[in-house]
């Protein structure tokens, strides 16, 4: 299976409705989501009456999910399942663990294990169906029929009114809400997805900004030295002033919501979660690392919980298909479907911030060619929605696409904990490329080294050679190992020589041989003269058993998409804005990153944009 199959096979089972044979529609229970949760669920499913009652009791049980096991007491009163209270899992932050809520929720509105399975988490939803299936087992109920319970859904179309609608909850779709709201416009959000944040959600939630107009100007400056800027991909410089420029007031307004962060001496905004969860990773392998919360997510909820308490609605699982457009072409609203009917929202402006395109093999290689073979870590949802509804319109696509720089994974679907500072593997190890050869230091920056692998090496992947020292500090080692087999996407391997393991690797035995040699000798000197790594990562490869695992490159996505002015508005073939119709976010990046991403600037082009798109916004439809 070649790397677009298993990434269509990924966004299929990702995206697809994994209930068995029946459908509901799960609401968020996070504060912002219970707050909204009226608005989510306008047409509220309707669940069939069933016949077999269970006996009464607290039931625990335990299934596998997506970082270990997931255990949970299942109460049962009155023959019905009354409560589902989690005792312990350790699910991705965020997305994980809203998934466990929203099917414990469905499952008791329900009373089916029929229920739906929540998009973009789906390991962590069979987890609890396998659980609660047990427990309904316990307390003496036919499983077989609790999965085939019918849950029909009241299906009912509605039309919203509003001043200014958000496509996309993640960081750009946000920060447009927050201001427009605070210009006091009328504002709804719609989020595909059954939680928000996108791809904001798997970051550090850290951006680099300035919070005084005094230090704007050096801001600007650093934006533009970290990025490598070519004749290809030069920088939008009176784009990136006008983002850089609101950065003092953007801060306020995540000071105003709520939101837990501070400024380092380096001028990056850090969210707190994201420093707790550097201190809890050690670190070290942040990339595989639990944590409990990452900031981004801390981020991105604190922005929604802080829209619900101001009343705006978000609705969840509801998916923008169409903009609504009048006589003269001015986009007038958008038409959203979920599985509980069609919504027209009429507004008066729309906000685009629907995330990049990267899980859209069609517009990747249209706009960003290079990135077609690469996996990717940004959201599932992803698919360039947002790009295509604008062109319909008659939005232009920036000539100019890219993907971002990510971090290694030896497995793609495995979605990264933190905004991977480092690497997914201990320091020490020897990175070699698809010849057998160590283009570069294994401890180098992980945008740097993904630059080569993603840019300028011949492969999207790299191996990482250990030896049983080295081993011991490879997290889910022995996971990888048994999940290796012909075909299998996770490819890590244990043998006794190099040779053998090079064999593995498909690599040259002489070349990998002679690499780990002189890698030794150099471990033994003290000094990598090859690629600078530091001394306290240089540790000889010379006692077996040895190990490899193959890690592939993940891109944080692409970046370009549609282009947008200064205001945020999207505009046609002539330059000229599109009434009503605004963009915020890597939706319409292009211009903000030089040839690679260089980190800590998207989530900044989110926020600078987003408070700019929904404060133009919220004065069109005012006027
Ligand atoms: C692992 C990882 C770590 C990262 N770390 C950092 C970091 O530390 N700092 C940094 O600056 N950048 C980081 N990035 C990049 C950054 O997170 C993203 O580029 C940024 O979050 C994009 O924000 P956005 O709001 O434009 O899109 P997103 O956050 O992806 O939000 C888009 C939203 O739109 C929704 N959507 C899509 N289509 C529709 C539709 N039709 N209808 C309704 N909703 C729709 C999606 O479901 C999604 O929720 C990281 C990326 C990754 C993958």
């Known amino acids: 299976m070649n790397k677009s199959m298993l990434r269509t096979v990924a966004v299929m089972s990702a995206l697809s409705i994994t209930g068995c044979g029946a459908s509901s529609v799960p609401v968020a229970t996070t504060a912002a989501a219970e707050a909204s949760s009226e608005a989510a669920t306008t047409a509220a499913a309707e669940t069939v009456e069933s016949t077999g009652s269970l006996t009464d009791g607290t039931y625990t049980a335990s299934a596998k999910g997506m970082d270990g096991d997931i255990t949970a007491e299942v109460v049962v009163k009155d023959g019905k399942i009354a409560e589902i209270n989690y005792t312990e899992q350790d699910e991705t932050a965020g997305v994980g663990d809203k998934a466990l809520k929203l099917m414990a929720k469905a499952i008791i509105e329900h009373q089916s294990l029929g229920v739906d399975a929540i ?369 299998s996407v996770i490819q890590a391997y244990k043998e006794d020589s190099i040779e053998a393991l090079a064999k593995d690797m498909n690599l040259d035995p002489a070349t990998v041989q002679a690499t780990v040699d002189q890698y030794n000798k150099m471990c033994e000197a003290g000094e990598d003269t090859d690629n600078g790594k530091d001394a306290q990562y240089l540790s000889a490869i010379d006692a077996g058993p040895f190990y490899a695992v193959k890690e592939y490159d993940l891109t944080r996505g692409n970046y370009g998409g549609i282009e947008t002015n200064l205001a945020g508005e999207v505009t046609d073939k002539d330059g000229n804005a599109i009434p009503g119709l605004y963009a915020a976010g890597i939706i319409s990046s292009a211009g903000f990153f030089g040839d690679y991403y260089p980190g800590r600037e998207a989530l900044g082009v989110g926020a600078y944009m987003g408070f700019i798109s929904g404060e133009n916004a919220a004065k069109y439809a005012a006027k």
């Open 119 to 487: 998009s973009g988490a789906t390991v962590s939803s069979s987890a609890v169906r396998m659980l609660v299936s047990d427990a309904v087992e316990q307390a003496g109920g036919d499983v077989s029929e609790w999965k085939n319970r019918e849950v029909k859904l009241e299906v009912k179309d509605e039309t919203i009114d509003c001043d200014v609608v958000v496509v996309g909850a993640g960081i750009a779709g946000l920060a447009a809400a927050q201001k427009a709201m605070r210009e006091g416009a009328d504002v709804v959000v719609v989020e595909k997805l059954a939680f928000g944040g996108g791809t904001s959600i798997f970051s550090s939630g850290s951006f680099i900004a300035a919070d005084t107009a005094e230090g704007v100007p050096e801001l600007v400056e650093k934006w533009v030295k970290r990025n490598k800027i070519t004749e290809r991909n030069p920088l939008d410089m009176d784009k990136i002033n006008t983002a850089c420029a609101v950065s003092p007031d953007v801060l306020q307004l995540l000071t105003d919501a709520k939101v837990d962060y501070k400024l380092n001496e380096e001028g990056t905004m850090v969210p707190a979660a994201s420093e707790q969860a550097k201190k809890n990773a050690e670190n070290i392998q942040l990339a595989t690392a639990k944590v409990k919360v990452k900031g981004g997510q801390a981020l991105v909820n604190q922005l929604e919980d802080n829209l619900a308490e101001n009343g705006v609605p978000i609705y969840f699982n509801t998916k923008a298909t169409k903009l609504i457009t009048d006589a003269d072409n001015h986009v007038t609203g958008v038409v959203c479907e979920s599985k509980t009917g069609t919504k027209t929202i009429n507004a008066k402006a729309v906000v685009l911030a629907c995330g990049d395109y990267a899980w859209n093999d069609e517009l990747t290689g249209e706009l960003a060619p290079d990135a077609l073979h690469n996996f990717t870590s940004t959201a599932v949802s992803n698919t360039g929605d947002g790009i295509n509804m604008a062109v319909e319109v008659g939005a232009v696509k920036s000539a100019f696409g890219e993907s971002m720089s990510g971090c290694f994974a030896p497995d793609p679907y495995d979605m990264p904990v933190v905004g991977q500072p480092n690497n997914s593997y201990p320091f020490e190890c020897l990175l070699l490329d698809n010849k057998g050869n160590r283009p570069v230091s294994e401890a180098l920056g992980v945008h740097d080294q993904m630059i080569y692998f993603i840019n300028e090496g011949e492969a999207d992947y790299g191996w990482v050679v250990m030896d049983q020292e080295i081993a011991d500090k490879f997290l889910k080692l022995d996971e990888y190992l048994e999940r290796t087999s012909e075909g």
